[in-house]
């Protein structure tokens, strides 16, 4: 081999060695601990590349070198399968394992809760609320559409879509409830246990007595009594939009609608609130039992009775122990 080969070789085999170390150093440097001191959570917008992505990252403190996790993720192959969204990343988590989390689209689980007994009105409020979803609700669901629970989202996921849930559960919980109802109920559609499960819900959220409210209201129906429930007396003043903000009065009790129950016989025609699975399933096996009437007791329950009399003993009570609370002033209702 002449002079000339031989410094060629030389020349390429030091280039060689060198790109060798490069390589090792950069591969030790994507396995290794990264400079992200506690957990951090980084939003990585939808439709970004590999070089916006690790100057996310870069900026949030979760990678050191933004250039070395662009080549490492394209030297590994797997740019196109990284997700975007919300992603929670631990303390000192190094950049292979940054890759492999979005990779795997391993995201910030959300939890939207939707209280029983709100309005739709009340729950789109709720959603408008939360940053983290996008979109807008076209138009506030019909009351008793949505159904009660704890929904998981992710960042970005629109607010139209888990309304569509919503209401997908209810239809579900609703066809099931009336598929499973006790024979010989006053219902002739699930409708109609949809509306008395809403004013159950608003009149007790005492999971024990649900149940045994439900079991008074269909007493009445089928005694052809008026229902005179206050929850129904309150939807009607306020149009479904939410809470009255004060007591009712015996003149709220004229309030001519059709949703008041002091006024009409019957079922009102539509659901007052968003029931939960447990007011529903209430109505739809109800505790058989003669009462006919119950009030508040003081402790946040209620007493019930068979009898008027015995009810309006019971009412006097509630009442003496409203005046304790309020120095003799201000009415009271009872169902």
């Known amino acids: 081999m002449g ?32 400079p992200l001191e506690h957990a951090e959570t980084v939003v990585i917008p939808r439709g970004s590349g590999i070089e916006a992505i690790a100057i996310t990252l870069g900026d949030a403190g979760v990678i050191e070198s933004p250039l070395l996790f662009a080549a490492g993720a394209k030297l590994m192959g797997n740019v196109r399968d990284l997700k975007a969204g919300e992603y929670l990343f631990p303390a000192a988590i190094s950049m292979e394992a940054v890759l492999e989390q979005m990779r795997q689209g391993r995201t910030v689980v959300r939890r939207f809760t939707v209280p029983e007994g709100l309005t739709s009105a009340q729950v789109v409020a709720l959603l408008d609320k939360e940053p983290a979803l996008t979109g807008q609700v076209a138009a506030v669901p019909k009351d ?45 559609t699930a409708q109609q246990i949809l509306t008395l499960a809403s004013i159950v819900e608003k009149e007790t959220g005492i999971a024990a007595e649900r149940a045994k409210v439900a079991g008074v209201f269909i007493n009445r129906l089928e005694a052809d009594m008026k229902l005179q429930s206050d929850p129904t007396v309150i939807y009607a003043l306020t ?23 002091y006024q009409i016989t019957g079922l009102p025609p539509g659901p007052i609130a968003n029931p939960g699975k447990a ?18 007791d003081g402790t946040g ?3 019930f009775a068979k009898t008027l009399p015995d009810h309006n003993r019971n009412v006097a009570k509630w009442r003496e122990f409203q005046q304790s609370k309020t120095g003799g002033h201000g009415e009271t209702s009872a169902d």
């Open 144 to 188: 008793g559409t949505l159904l009660p629970e704890t929904y998981h989202y992710a960042y970005g996921d629109g607010r139209a879509a888990l309304v569509e849930r919503m209401r997908t559960s209810m239809t579900q919980a609703l066809a099931e409830v009336w598929k499973n109802r006790d024979e010989g109920l006053p219902f002739e």
């Open 239 to 261: 149009g479904g939009e939410g809470e009255l903000g004060r007591a009712l009065t015996r003149n709220d009790w004229k309030f001519e609608s059709p949703y008041n129950t």
């Open 279 to 296: 007011s529903l399933q209430a109505v739809a096996k109800p505790e058989k039992h003669e009462f006919l009437y119950f009030v508040a």
């Open 3 to 34: 002079w000339g080969l031989r410094i060629i070789a030389g020349v390429l085999v030091v280039v060689s060695a060198a790109a060798a170390g490069v390589g090792y150093w950069g591969a030790s440097r994507v396995v290794a601990p990264g």
């Open 301 to 303: 329950g209620h007493v």
